[in-house]
C-alpha cells in the first residue's frame, strides 16, 4: 500500500510564497504521474498541477506562471512551489499518486488577503 504524506501548508499573505512536499513510500514512485488537487469548502476537488514519470508538466489555467510542480525520484518526492498566491488559492490540497490512485490525507493552505 503506497503512503503519501504532505507537509508544508500554513497561513500565508496574499502575494506570499509556499512549497509543499509529498513524500511516498515504496519503490514504484519513480514510475508514477503524480499530481496535486485542492478542494475549497463547497466546492469539488480540482486538479491544480501534473506531472509524469519523466517531468512533463501540466496546471490549471489559474495557476499557470505561479506555481511549479517538481520531482525528486531520490527522495521519493514531488513537490508544488506556490509563488504569488491569491485569496482564491486557499483550500487542503492532496497529493495523488495517478498510477495507484493513492491521495494523501492532506495540507491546509489558507491566504489572506
Known amino acids: 500500500q503506497v503512503q503519501l504524506v504532505e507537509s508544508g501548508g500554513g497561513l500565508v499573505q496574499a502575494g506570499g510564497s509556499l512549497r509543499l512536499s509529498c513524500v511516498a513510500s515504496?519503490?514504484?514512485?519513480?514510475?508514477?504521474?503524480m499530481a496535486w488537487y485542492r478542494q475549497a469548502p463547497g466546492n469539488q476537488r480540482e486538479l491544480v498541477a501534473a506531472?509524469?514519470?519523466?517531468?512533463?508538466?501540466n496546471y490549471v489555467d489559474s495557476v499557470k506562471g505561479r506555481f511549479t510542480i517538481s520531482r525528486d525520484n531520490t527522495k521519493n518526492t514531488v513537490y508544488l512551489q506556490m509563488n504569488s498566491l491569491k485569496p482564491e488559492d486557499s483550500a487542503v490540497y492532496y497529493c495523488?499518486?495517478?498510477?495507484?490512485?493513492?491521495w494523501g490525507q492532506g495540507t491546509q493552505v489558507t491566504v489572506s488577503s
Open positions: 515504496g519503490s514504484i514512485f519513480r514510475l508514477s504521474p
Open positions: 495523488m499518486n495517478r498510477l495507484q490512485e493513492s
Open positions: 506531472i509524469t514519470s519523466i517531468g512533463i508538466t
